[in-house]
C-alpha cells in the first residue's frame, strides 16, 4: 500500500506495509545512505533520524505511526559544501574511526544541541550515553560536539 | 597468505591430542620464495599492479588493503604522493577491487601501512626513477641533477618534460626490483604530516562510503537461517508457508545452508522469521571442533584441547586449567 512520508522537507509517497521499519524505507525506497543498520534493535544508535525534532531509532519505527510527522536525516543537515557546525565540527575534530556510529551521533547531538545549545562535557557524555561506538572514538566525539555548540553559537 | 597456509580445518584436522605450535608470521610463509620483495611486492610484483601514471601527469594507486576507518586511504596516498613526487591532490586511489586490485589478503591486523604502505613506497620509488631516467635522455642530462615539482621535471637548464608525457612511452608491466632506494625520512614532506582523513567528510554527511550503500538495478533482498550451533545440520524446512508470502521470490536450499530471497528487505526478514516458526528444523549431532590453545609462556602455545564442545566445557571447568589464558579459535574454516 501507498503511505506518504515527510522526509527532510520533501513528501514521498512508498509503496511498503505500515509495519515497515522507517530506516528500509529511507535506506532502500530513499536512497538514503545517512541512517545505518546497525542492530536493528534500538540498541545501538546508529539508524537514529530525527522525528519532529526528536531523536528516533529508525529501524523500530513504523512509518504507518508517523502520520505527518517530519522525518529529518543526517542529508537534511547539511553537505560537504556546505555542512552543519555538528558535521563541520566532527570533520575538524577527525571524530570517527570507521564512522558507522557516526550518523547516530550526530542525530542525536542534533536534538541535544537543540535543546541545551551550551551542554556541559557531562551533559553531552550523558546525551549520548545510548549510542554506541565500537571503535572507541568516544573522546573525539565529545570534543566535536562541545565544538558544534561552540560554533553554532558564533553563528 | 591462503595459497601457502594450510586452511583451519586441514589445519585442526591434522592435529591429535598432541602439543603444537603454529605461527601466523606471514613472513614465514613466503620464506622459500626467491628474490623476496619488500612488503606486499612479494605476493604481487608487477609495477603496475599498483601504480598508473596518468596521462595528465596525476597517478593513481592501487592499494589491496581495505579502508575500515583506519585512515589507510589517505595515508597511502601520502606515502605514494611522497616517492612519486606528487602532490596529494594529484594522486587518485581506486579503492579495492577484486578484478583490478593486488591481492594482499586480509586487512588486519595494523598490517596495512606495515606491507602495503612498504609496497607503494618501493614502487612510487622505482616508478620515479623510471621517469626520471626516460627524462634524462629526453633533455639530455644525467638523471641525477633533474629536479621534480608537482609532476614536471625540469633541468637545470629550462628543460621540462610532464609525467604525462613521459608516462606515454613507458610499459609500467614488469616486475619490481626494489632496487631504487625509497625517500630517507628526513626529507619527507608529505609523509609524517597531519592530513584530514579522505574518507570522513562522506561519512557524516550520508555519501557513498560503505558496502550496504551499494544499490545494483534490479537488486532484490535477501536474509540467511542461521543454524543455532557449529556442526548443525538442515533437517526439515517448511518451505510452502513462506512461498506464499509477499514479496517471496526464492527458498534457497544448498545442503544446511538455508537462504530467503524477497523483493523487499522487511519482506525478506519476515519471511526469515516465520522459516524460523514454522518449524525449520536443525539438527545437531556434533559440534565442531572447538581449539583451544593454553598459553603458558615462555613455553610455546600448547593444544590442550580439540573435541567436542561438552569436552572442550568441561576443560573450562576443571581445576587444571583454571587461572590459565585460553584462545579459541572462532575463524570458520
Not at chain 2, 608529505?190 to 545494483?216: C, E, H, N, W
Amino acid at each position: 500500500m501507498a503511505i506518504q512520508l515527510k522526509v527532510n522537507g520533501k513528501t514521498w509517497a512508498v509503496t511498503a506495509e505500515p509495519d515497515t521499519p522507517l530506516l528500509y524505507v529511507l535506506r532502500n525506497d530513499l536512497q538514503l545512505n545517512g541512517a545505518k543498520f546497525g542492530c536493528g534493535l534500538s540498541q545501538c544508535g546508529a539508524c537514529t533520524v530525527l522525528v519532529d525534532g526528536r531523536a528516533t531509532r529508525s529501524c523500530v519505527t513504523p512509518i504507518g505511526r508517523l502520520g505527518e510527522s517530519e522525518v529529518t536525516t543526517i542529508e537534511g543537515l547539511g553537505t560537504i559544501e556546505n555542512p552543519h557546525p555538528l558535521q563541520r565540527a566532527f570533520m575538524d575534530e577527525q571524530a570517527a574511526q570507521c564512522g558507522y556510529c557516526i550518523n547516530g551521533m550526530i542525530m542525536t547531538a542534533k536534538e541535544l544541541l537543540d535543546r541545551n545549545p551550551k551542554p556541559s562535557e557531562a551533559e553531552v557524555r550523558d546525551g549520548l550515553d545510548a549510542n554506541l561506538c565500537r571503535c572507541g572514538t568516544h573522546g573525539r566525539i565529545i570534543r566535536a560536539v562541545l565544538k558544534a555548540a561552540e560554533l553554532a553559537g558564533r553563528i | 597468505m591462503n595459497l601457502m597456509m594450510p586452511t583451519r580445518r586441514e589445519f585442526t584436522a591434522g592435529l591429535g591430542s598432541i602439543i603444537v605450535s603454529f605461527s601466523l608470521d606471514p613472513k614465514l610463509a613466503f620464506a622459500q620464495q626467491a628474490a623476496k620483495l619488500p612488503g606486499s611486492l612479494a605476493e604481487n610484483r608487477m609495477l603496475d599492479a599498483w601504480i598508473r601514471v596518468n596521462a595528465d601527469g596525476s597517478a593513481t594507486i592501487f592499494p589491496g588493503k581495505v579502508e575500515l576507518g583506519q585512515g589507510i586511504t589517505t595515508a597511502l596516498t601520502q606515502i605514494a604522493a611522497e616517492e612519486l613526487d606528487l602532490p596529494l591532490a594529484r594522486v587518485r586511489v581506486l579503492t579495492t577491487d577484486t578484478t583490478r586490485s593486488p591481492n594482499e589478503g586480509f586487512t588486519s591486523g595494523s598490517q596495512s601501512i606495515e606491507y602495503g604502505g612498504t609496497a607503494l613506497r618501493f614502487a612510487g620509488a622505482e616508478v620515479r626513477a623510471i621517469l626520471l631516467d626516460l627524462a634524462a635522455k629526453r633533455l639530455g642530462v644525467a638523471a641525477d641533477t633533474l629536479t621534480v615539482a608537482d609532476g614536471t621535471v625540469a633541468s637545470a637548464d629550462g628543460g621540462k618534460v610532464g609525467y604525462g608525457e613521459l608516462a606515454a612511452a613507458v610499459d609500467l608491466h614488469r616486475e619490481v626490483t626494489a632496487n631504487i632506494a625509497p625517500k630517507p625520512p628526513a626529507t619527507h614532506k608529505i609523509v609524517g604530516k597531519s592530513i584530514s582523513r579522505f574518507d570522513i567528510p562522506k561519512k557524516v554527511t550520508g555519501g557513498v562510503a560503505y558496502v550496504q550503500d551499494m544499490r545494483l538495478p534490479g537488486m532484490v533482498h535477501g536474509r540467511i537461517v542461521r543454524p543455532p550451533r557449529p556442526g548443525s545440520k538442515l533437517d526439515s524446512v517448511d518451505e510452502a508457508t513462506v512461498r506464499a508470502m509477499p514479496g517471496v521470490i526464492a527458498v534457497v536450499r544448498d545442503g544446511s545452508f538455508l537462504g530467503i530471497v524477497a523483493e523487499r528487505e522487511e519482506q525478506a526478514i519476515k519471511a526469515r522469521q516465520a522459516l524460523i516458526k514454522s518449524g525449520t528444523a536443525f539438527r545437531c549431532e556434533h559440534i565442531s571442533r572447538l581449539v583451544l590453545l593454553a598459553l603458558q609462556p615462555p613455553e610455546r602455545p600448547q593444544l590442550i584441547a580439540e573435541d567436542r564442545m561438552g569436552a572442550g566445557s568441561a576443560l573450562l571447568h576443571s581445576a587444571d586449567v583454571q587461572g590459565r589464558r585460553f584462545e579459541i579459535d572462532l575463524i570458520p574454516a
